[in-house]
C-alpha cells in the first residue's frame, strides 16, 4: 500500500486499485472548490500513467456527504454569462476525461451526494450507494435557478431516460438509495461498512469486463422516448406544466428542457457546449441571484447567535394533539426527541398520534424511512390526557385553540407542573405572547414558536420573544427549531409578530378588490402570476373564514392606531356558515367527491355589492396586493419587529410564499429602488387612501438613495 498526499483529494493505491479519498480541507462537507478540482485534475494525469494503478475508486472521507454540490461563492464572482460559461466548460471537459478514463472508474456514494457531487458520480463508470439514511442523491440546481451545469442534463437522460431525468431535474428532488437502483441512477446498493470493499471488487472487475446496463424503462416510457415525434411531446408536456406552475416567472426549468431536447438530438460534446451555455446565462440571470442570496440566507441562520447559552433538549411537551401539534411532535419525534402529546381526551390525543403514524407510514412507502425507523420514531411519542406526564419535559409548546383565556389557562397548568427550568412556548398565530405571558408565574420563560402549516412540509420557524424572555430561553428555542429541520427568524412581540402582520393587510387589499367590483378568480391568477405560489383568496378558504376574521380583529387593534380599519366582511361570511375549505363552502365551492375541482362560489358577491364584476388592471392589481406586504415588512422593520432585512426575506418568503425570485420584500425594493416604491405607494394612496402610505423607513431610504443590502 502506498499513499500520496494531494491535499482536497487524498490518492491511496491498495492491491492495483487507487482510491481517491475526498476530503475537503477546513470543510465539513466536501464541496467542488477550483481548487479540489485542480487537484482531482493533476492526479488524473498521474494515474492514467502509473502502470500499478489497474482502477480508480472515488470515495469520501467525510462521515455523511459524497460531494455535496458546487462551491457557490465561486458563481457568485461571476459577472459575465462568458465566465460562467467557461467555467461549466472547464468542468464538464474534466469530468468527460473520467467517464473517457482509459480504467474503470467507480463512484462509492454514502451521504448527500448533490449537484456538482451527482454529476460527477455521473460521470463514473459505476456507482455503489449506501443504504445509510444519510445517502441520498439529486440535482437540485432549479431551486437556486441554475441547471447542472458540469454535465447533469446530458448524462442523466442517457442514463436513466428523458422522462424520469426531466422530473428529477425539474424538481430538483431527492433519489433515495432504493429508488436510484430501482431507475438505474445507482448500480448497487450496499450497507455502508463493505463500501470500500464492494467498490475495490467491482472496480477491479470491470478491468476484465465493463458494466453493461439496460435502461430500465416501463412500455409507454420507451414507446415515448423511441422517436423523435414522440419526444417532442415529452419536451412540450414538461413546458406546458412548467408553465403551469411558474408562470414563466423562472428561467431556469425552461433552459433545462432545452439543453435536454437539443442535447438528445446530438451527441455528447455537442450537448455539454448547450449546456454550458445556458448556465452561464442562468449564473447572472437576477432570478438565480435572488435564489443564491436566500439559499446564503437559509445557511446563515442555521447559526444560533447565542449558542453558548443553549439548554439541552431531550424531550418536549406538546399540549393539543390537533393540526399544528402533531405536526410539530411528528418533526420532533424524527430528530430523536421524545415527545409527550396531551389533549384534552385520549381518543383526541391519540387521534394525533394516528396522524403522525399515517404521515410517516406514507415517507415508509417512499422508502424515505424504513420500517425501523418508523418504530423508532413513533416510539418517541406519548399520547396522554395528563399533565403529570409533562413533569420531566424541557420545553412545552402550545397548540390548543387560538383563545387568549384557554391559552393563559394551559400556561398556568402547565406551570404548576414541570420543572424550574422548562420553557412554555406558544405557537399561537396572533396573540402577543406578552399577553398570553401576562400571569406568568415566570414570564422569563415564555417565548413564541410559530410554526406553519403543514409542519413537516413548511420550513420557516418564527420565534417571539417578548420584553422579558430570557436570552437563554430564546437560544434553546432557536437550537430546538434547528433540530426540528426549521429556518428560524427571531422576531419582536406585538400583534401578529412579523408573519402574520404583513399577510393581514394582503389579504385584506384582496378583500377591498372583491369590494370595488373585482373577480375572485382575477385577484388569484394575477397574485400567482406575480409569483405568489397560491392567490390570496385561495389562501383565505386554506386559513379559514373564522380564523380570517379572528385575526383581523386582533390586527385592527393595532392597524386603527395608523387610522386604518380592516374590512370586517370575514366576519359576516362567518356568520352566515361559510368557512372556507374546512366546511367546504367560501369563496370557492368545494366538491366532496375526490378528484372534482373547485368551483367559485358566485353566491359570495352577495357580500361584495352583488355580481357585476369588472376587471382591473393587471399591474396596478399586482402592485396593490403585494406593496401592501412590502410596505407592512418596512414598517416590521422600523419598529423593531424586525431584526434585520435578511429575517424579513427569509420570513415573508418561508413563511407566506412571497414570490422567492424576488428576493422578499427588502431585497424586492432594492431592486425597484426604495424611490419608486415611495412613490407608487403615495399615487396609490391618492387613489385609495392612508392605508397605502409608506413607511416613514422607506420614505428616508428614499431620499437618501439608501438600499437595505450593500
Ligand atoms: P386544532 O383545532 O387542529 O387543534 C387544537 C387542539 O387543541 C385540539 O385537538 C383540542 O382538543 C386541543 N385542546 C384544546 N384545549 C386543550 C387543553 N386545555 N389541553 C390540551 N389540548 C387542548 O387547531 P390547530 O390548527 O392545530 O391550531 C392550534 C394553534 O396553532 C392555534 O393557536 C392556531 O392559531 C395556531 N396555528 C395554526 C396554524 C394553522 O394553519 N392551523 C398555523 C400556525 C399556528
Redesign the pocket.
Known amino acids: 500500500m502506498s499513499n500520496a498526499e494531494s491535499k482536497d483529494v487524498i490518492l491511496q493505491k491498495d492491491d492495483g486499485v487507487a482510491l481517491l479519498w475526498l476530503d475537503r480541507q477546513g470543510e465539513k462537507v466536501n464541496t467542488l472548490s477550483v481548487k479540489t478540482l485542480d487537484s482531482f485534475s493533476k492526479l488524473l494525469d498521474e494515474l492514467e500513467k502509473d502502470p500499478e494503478v489497474k482502477a480508480v475508486v472515488l470515495i469520501s472521507k467525510k462521515k455523511d456527504n459524497f460531494i455535496v454540490g458546487a462551491d457557490l461563492d465561486v458563481l457568485q464572482t461571476f459577472d459575465k454569462a462568458e465566465d460562467a460559461q467557461k467555467a461549466s466548460q472547464d468542468g464538464n471537459d474534466l469530468l468527460t476525461r473520467v467517464s473517457k478514463f482509459p480504467k474503470p472508474f467507480v463512484a462509492a456514494i454514502n451521504g448527500t451526494t448533490m449537484g456538482g457531487g451527482l454529476e460527477v458520480a455521473l460521470a463514473c463508470h459505476y456507482r455503489i450507494v449506501t443504504d445509510h439514511p444519510k445517502t441520498v442523491l439529486a440535482l437540485p440546481e432549479v431551486k437556486l435557478g441554475l441547471l447542472p451545469g458540469g454535465g447533469g442534463t446530458q448524462r442523466l437522460p442517457r442514463l436513466i431516460g428523458i422522462q424520469k431525468a426531466l422530473g428529477l431535474m425539474l424538481t430538483g428532488r431527492n433519489v433515495y438509495p432504493h429508488k436510484a437502483k430501482k431507475i438505474g441512477l445507482a448500480d448497487e446498493i450496499i450497507h455502508p461498512h463493505g463500501l470500500l470493499q464492494a467498490a475495490k471488487n467491482v472496480a477491479l472487475k470491470l478491468t476484465k469486463k465493463p458494466h453493461k446496463r439496460k435502461k430500465r424503462m416501463g412500455f409507454m416510457e420507451k414507446a415515448l422516448e423511441s422517436t423523435p415525434l414522440t419526444k417532442n411531446i415529452i419536451y412540450n408536456t414538461a413546458k406546458k406544466q412548467v408553465m403551469r406552475q411558474t408562470y414563466g416567472n423562472y428561467p431556469a426549468p425552461l433552459k433545462i428542457i432545452d439543453c435536454v431536447k437539443r442535447g438528445m438530438g446530438t451527441n455528447l460534446k455537442s450537448g455539454l457546449q448547450i449546456e454550458s451555455k445556458n448556465f452561464g446565462e442562468l449564473v447572472v440571470s437576477p432570478e438565480s441571484t435572488q435564489l443564491v442570496n436566500l439559499f446564503f440566507a437559509m445557511t446563515d441562520s442555521k447559526k444560533n447567535p447565542q449558542q453558548d447559552k443553549v439548554k439541552k433538549v431531550e424531550k418536549i411537551g406538546m399540549?393539543?394533539?390537533?393540526?399544528?401539534?402533531a405536526g410539530i411532535a411528528n418533526i420532533s419525534a424524527t430528530k430523536d426527541i421524545r415527545v409527550v402529546l396531551?389533549?384534552?381526551s385520549m381518543e383526541?390525543a391519540n387521534n394525533?398520534f394516528k396522524n403522525i403514524s399515517k404521515d410517516i407510514g406514507v415517507k415508509c412507502k417512499k422508502r424515505i424511512y424504513t420500517a425501523f425507523q418508523k418504530d423508532t420514531i413513533l416510539s418517541k411519542v406519548f399520547p396522554t390526557d395528563s399533565y403529570k406526564s409533562l413533569r420531566n419535559t424541557d420545553v412545552v409548546i402550545e397548540?390548543?385553540?387560538?383563545d387568549l383565556d384557554?391559552?393563559r389557562?394551559?400556561l398556568a397548568e402547565t406551570e404548576a407542573v414541570v420543572r424550574d427550568d422548562c420553557i412554555f412556548a406558544s405557537?399561537?398565530?396572533?396573540l402577543p405572547i406578552t399577553d398570553i405571558a401576562a400571569e406568568a408565574k415566570h414570564p422569563e420563560r415564555v417565548i413564541g414558536m410559530?410554526?406553519?402549516?403543514p409542519v413537516p412540509k413548511m420550513p420557516l420557524l418564527e420565534i417571539i420573544t417578548t420584553d422579558k424572555t430570557a436570552d437563554w430561553v430564546t437560544a434553546t428555542a432557536y437550537d430546538l427549531g434547528v433540530k426540528q429541520g426549521k429556518t428560524v427568524i427571531v422576531v419582536g412581540d406585538g400583534p401578529g409578530f412579523y408573519t402574520t402582520r404583513i399577510l393581514a393587510p394582503l389579504m385584506n387589499e384582496a378583500i377591498c378588490l372583491l369590494e370595488e367590483g373585482a373577480k375572485i378568480e382575477d385577484i388569484d391568477r394575477n397574485m400567482k402570476l406575480f409569483g405568489y405560489p397560491v392567490g390570496p383568496i385561495t389562501l383565505l378558504d386554506e386559513?379559514g373564514l373564522d380564523?380570517a376574521a379572528h385575526v383581523t380583529d386582533v390586527m385592527n387593534d393595532l392597524f386603527s392606531k395608523r387610522g386604518v380599519t380592516g374590512s370586517n366582511v370575514a366576519k359576516q361570511i362567518t356568520d352566515a356558515g361559510l368557512k372556507g375549505r374546512k366546511n367546504g363552502k367560501g369563496f370557492y365551492l368545494y366538491p366532496k367527491k375526490k378528484g372534482k375541482k373547485k368551483t367559485i362560489n358566485t353566491d359570495i358577491y352577495r357580500f361584495f355589492g352583488g355580481n357585476s364584476r369588472k376587471t382591473f388592471d393587471r399591474e396596478e392589481m399586482q402592485l396593490r396586493v403585494a406593496l401592501m406586504m412590502v410596505n407592512e415588512a418596512a414598517v416590521c422593520l422600523q419598529d423593531g419587529i424586525l431584526k434585520s432585512p435578511r429575517d424579513g426575506d427569509l420570513g415573508a418568503i418561508l413563511g407566506l410564499g412571497f414570490p422567492p425570485f424576488r428576493g422578499g420584500p427588502f431585497r424586492y425594493i432594492d431592486t425597484l429602488g426604495a424611490s419608486k416604491v415611495v412613490a407608487t405607494l403615495e399615487s396609490l394612496q391618492e387613489k385609495h387612501g392612508v392605508r397605502f402610505t409608506p413607511a416613514p423607513i422607506l420614505q428616508e431610504y428614499a431620499k437618501n438613495n439608501k438600499k437595505f443590502y450593500n
Not at 397548540?399 to 387560538?402: G, L, Q, Y
Request: proline fraction near 0%.
Open positions: 399540549l393539543g394533539a390537533g393540526l399544528m401539534g396531551k389533549d384534552i383526541a394525533g397548540a390548543v385553540f387560538e384557554l391559552k389557562k394551559v405557537n399561537t398565530s396572533s410559530h410554526y406553519f402549516s386559513v380564523v
